[in-house]
């Protein structure tokens, strides 16, 4: 399977239902030719410019199944598996050195 046919499948959380997005990325292990983890933009983002600046990055043991159209992932708490992007860090940063 290409890298390219991850992206074009849509996320579900088999927990509540929910549609995490679409996958982004892919975090991979070169040493030993696997994947690692997929990782899902935050879903309010426009254009990937604006939005809450955090992406969800999933662990490949969270993943279900891998269908045609959808991967299904297992979640019990989507916050826990949120990340900082680090451009928000430097906003964060900026604004915090200012005021």
Known sequence: MKISDFQTKDVIN??????????????????????????VPNSSRFFGLFGGGTDVIIPWSNIVKIGMDVVLVKLEDVRAFRQQEPADNVYEYNRQSRG
Do not use: F
């Open 14 to 39: 088999i927990v509540d239902g929910k549609k995490l997005g679409q996958i982004s990325d892919l975090e991979l292990d070169l040493r030993h030719g696997r994947i690692e983890a997929i990782v």
